[in-house]
């Protein structure tokens, strides 16, 4: 052995390098070069006013100061907000995850005809365009404040975002399975729910309790512009200087994203 | 009785995968298919079932034409074609039971299959096919959690579930270890001859084909260069269809020219 040892040492020092990501060296640096004159070019001609940030400091200050210690004193209007985001959250959850797999079928390309594809891509499209704050000023001008608003944005958020992981999910299914459901004569629809359907399933609870999570956290934002829930509490309190208040709020919020993040993360791991 | 006549499968403007082939298959014997990789057994298979559209020709199975069927006559020709595949594809995240029913998609509605609610008849018929191949202690398994034999029995059993006239079996052992891919050539075997059902097996291994099977048919570029007995298939019939094969990438453009063939 350690002959052939020595052998394969005597032809060392042939040098090796990992080839470059990009081969061509004029697009390698030219690349570099002008990412760098970008960052210039942006920092130079974005006005930073040193001085507004130094006084912005203590009242960020003053604004900690006062939030602590946090005030649970309102427990009922904490309780009556939050119960009300769960309530947004969970049923645009539902309605979301209901709805987007339709989509989801109809804009997978391989198993829906080109019409159909291109209008479930622009369904998924349009529903993921705005941001949920946008859509939700939109909802609270058509149905008025309150929770309402935020299931329709919530729904829409969902739908964009399940139907278009779950359509991608779809594409790359074992296709065996599918023909094996045609060779026994089924049609669409069975083929849908024993070729396909076992096959995302997984995919679609891990996304479901994911998306429970997201319009949990999104749930707090859209009240903010009316949408009903925490984030019109949340609101509140900072407009009336309640900032140990407004701290008690966002402690809770912080909570219960931790909670829903760590049951989430246990059943997807459950399912496989 | 399957008959094929004048079988032509072209994909796109390549040269075609079967050129004019012309096969009978009767009775319940079966039948091994035998070529090399490309050769167009394969698309054959599948071109009796539809899974590929045959270009042009006839398949008449039992006299009903099978070629240009659309829509539920087509689904209904189906459901009297049982197929096996070399990949098995087994629903996996389903119990071997639903997998075993689902050969019966064809014959209940949606609202039973999208509830399990099978008639007793099915049910029935599963679990006595399911003794029969030895799997009925698994009904309740999931299906990815089986040997590869044994997911090979849930779908032979799947097929027969179909009640069909004719089973197909695309490479059925090519997955599988020589042991268990003995007995499942030998099931399909006894399960022909026990419910008199033709079975048309494509199949790699000559010498299990020899073995299991009472026709070889040997096919080369698209066309059939060997129909005979197992007897009759001899070291010339082997040279013939396998012998100096270039690969399917190279000759797929060109014509094959015979004295290349001969040379090799």
Redesign the interface.
Same mark, same amino acid.
């Not at chain 2, 594809?89 to 389903?94: S, T």
């Given at each position: 052995m350690t002959s052939g040892r020595t052998a394969s040492d005597a032809k060392s020092g042939r040098v090796w390098k990992k080839p470059p990501f990009i081969a061509n060296p004029w697009i390698r640096y030219g690349l570099a070069v002008i990412v760098l004159a970008y960052l210039y070019w942006a920092f130079s001609t974005l006005p930073f006013d040193w001085q507004r940030i130094a006084e912005g400091l203590p009242r960020a200050g003053k604004i900690f100061g006062g939030a602590f210690p946090p005030s649970f004193e309102r427990a009922e209007l904490l309780w009556t907000g939050f119960k009300e985001s769960f309530q947004i959250a969970f049923l645009a959850t539902l309605l979301g995850v209901l709805l987007s797999v339709p989509i989801a079928v109809m804009a997978a390309r391989n198993v829906a005809p080109l019409p159909v594809y291109l209008l479930g891509r622009t369904l998924i499209i349009v529903s993921r365009s705005f941001h949920p704050v946008i859509v939700a000023i939109l909802f609270v001008a058509a149905v008025g404040f309150g929770p309402m608003a935020g299931i329709l944005t919530l729904t829409l958020y969902s739908i964009g975002f399940v139907a278009k992981l779950l359509a991608e999910e779809i594409e790359e299914i074992d296709w065996g399975q599918v023909e094996a459901m045609r060779s026994v004569g089924a049609g669409y629809m069975k083929i849908l729910v024993y070729g396909v359907f076992p096959q995302i399933m997984p995919r679609q609870i891990g996304l479901s309790m994911y998306q429970l999570d997201s319009n949990l956290r999104a749930s707090a934002v859209v009240g903010i512009v009316g949408a009903g829930g925490i984030g019109g509490t949340l609101m509140n309190a900072f407009g009336r200087y309640d900032y140990d208040f407004a701290f008690a709020i966002l402690l809770m919020i912080i909570a219960i994203i931790l909670v829903s993040e760590g049951l989430s993360g246990w059943v997807r791991k459950k399912v496989w | 009785m399957l008959e094929i006549t004048n079988l032509v499968k072209r994909y796109g403007q390549n040269e075609p995968v079967l050129k004019g082939l012309n096969l009978k298959v009767k009775g319940s014997s079966v039948v091994s298919i035998v070529g090399a990789s490309g050769a167009g057994k394969s698309t054959l298979l599948r071109c009796i079932?539809r899974?590929v559209e045959p270009t042009s020709g006839s398949i008449k199975l039992n006299d009903h034409e099978l070629v240009n069927l659309r829509g539920?006559e087509l689904?209904?020709?189906?459901?009297r074609?049982?197929?096996v595949?070399q990949?098995f594809?087994?629903?996996?995240?389903?119990t071997v039971m639903?997998n075993v029913l689902?050969?019966?998609?064809?014959y209940v509605s949606?609202f039973q299959?999208?509830t399990r609610r099978f008639p007793q008849s099915d049910i029935d018929r599963a679990f006595s096919l399911m003794e029969r191949v030895g799997i009925a202690h698994y009904a309740d398994k999931r299906a990815d959690q089986l040997s590869g034999g044994e997911r090979q029995r849930v $779908?032979v059993v799947? $097929?027969l579930m179909?009640e069909p006239e004719i089973l197909l079996a695309d490479e059925p052992t090519a997955s599988l270890d020589p042991k268990t891919s003995q007995q499942i050539m030998s099931l399909l075997q006894s399960l022909a001859s026990e419910m008199s059902l033709p079975v048309l097996i494509n199949i790699h291994n000559v010498t299990q084909a020899r073995m299991y099977t009472d026709r070889i048919v040997g096919m080369r570029h698209g066309q059939m260069i060997f129909d005979g007995e197992p007897k009759d298939f001899n070291q010339d019939a082997l040279d013939a269809i396998y012998g100096g094969i270039e690969s399917p990438e190279e000759d797929a453009g060109e014509p094959a020219s015979p004295t290349e063939e001969a040379s090799a």
């Open positions: - | 079932n899974l539920s689904r209904h020709a189906r459901r074609i049982g197929m595949f990949g594809n087994l629903i996996d995240r389903l639903e689902s050969g019966r998609l064809g949606f299959a999208l $779908a799947r $097929a179909q």
